[in-house]
């Protein structure tokens, strides 16, 4: 299996993957369908293989599975409720299958979907368990790392790292939290503070993603980088802000040439990893790698 290589053995940036939601509502997903849901059905896997393929095709030396909200809190609900480990295996198959043996397949677990106490009801052991139950499933089906990724509350990310490392204790761990306006997340955590403490967890790497366009995530990429001193720093931005719909489906107006300039700028600033998230595509990708020298 491939490994994350170390932040100081690298030449240049690994490119990392685009949007999964946005190339699939694309290419036909239902509005309304769950990702994870629609990989366990045969069309939902060929297509979740297929943009895993494209975003390789492109560049990608690091993809992230599609299992973003296949934590059993947020599923609790729908109509694959208990199905977490089924989801894990499938959606690490299609990745893998388009990854090739070569390229590092990341396994994502993105937020609950609820709240924390005391902004919430959720009791953070809860959360915990419920990571490490996705974490484990994760590392059974055979991903290289475990992607905490797009929290808004510093507590929810710690109890999702905790949970990676009950869960799947032999994998490296990656966290990335959104941030807004003065590179704070949604619930005020600085993004000094996030780091600090994401570092005490021992994670390989800490970062931003999705939010408001290229800017916000550049923002905060230097102080990532002084706060987490030889771990990997990712760069996964969203390309601008969503403009509208068009028959159902959310549009974004980040050019290729845009993302382009973005990998660039945060590379310089000390980015370790870099991509892109919701609206960035294949075409996006192939620019951030041609960018990059990839």
């Not at 366990?40 to 030396?61: F, I, K």
């Not at 295996?89 to 994502?108: E, F, K, L, M, W």
């Amino acid at each position: 299996m491939p490994t994350l290589p170390a932040p100081a053995s690298l030449t240049r940036p690994i490119i990392a993957d685009g949007a999964m939601g946005t190339a699939l509502f694309a290419g036909g997903m239902p509005v309304g369908e769950a990702p994870e849901a629609w990989l366990l059905t045969p069309d939902g896997a060929a297509m979740v293989e297929g943009v895993h393929r494209s975003h390789v095709e492109a560049g990608s030396e690091l993809i992230l599975t599609s299992t973003f909200g296949a934590n059993a809190i947020r599923i609790a609900d729908s109509e694959i409720a208990g199905r977490t480990a089924e989801v894990c295996r499938a959606a690490v198959a299609a990745a893998r299958a388009a990854a090739g043996p070569d390229r590092i397949v990341a396994g994502s677990m993105g937020p609950t979907g609820g709240l924390l106490v005391p902004y919430g009801l959720l009791d953070a052991g809860e959360v915990r368990d419920a990571y490490a139950q996705e974490a484990a499933a994760l590392a059974a089906a055979g991903v290289d790392v475990i992607w905490v990724e797009t929290m808004m509350d510093l507590n929810e990310a710690v109890a999702a790292v905790e949970g990676a490392r009950q869960g799947a204790p032999g994998l490296p761990v990656v966290a990335t939290l959104v941030f807004a306006a003065r590179n704070r997340t949604m619930f005020g955590n600085r993004a000094e503070e996030a780091a600090d403490r994401l570092v005490e967890l021992g994670v390989a790497g800490i970062g931003a993603n999705c939010g408001d366009g290229w800017a916000p995530v550049e923002a905060v990429i230097p102080i990532l980088v002084e706060h987490a001193p030889g771990l990997h720093v990712v760069a996964k931005a969203n390309a601008g802000i969503p403009s509208g719909t068009a028959d159902g489906v959310t549009t974004y107006p980040g050019t290729p040439d845009e993302a382009a300039a973005y990998a660039r700028r945060v590379a310089d600033m000390g980015a370790t990893i870099v991509g892109g998230c919701c609206g960035t595509t294949a075409v996006h990708v192939a620019a951030i790698a041609r960018s990059l020298g990839s």
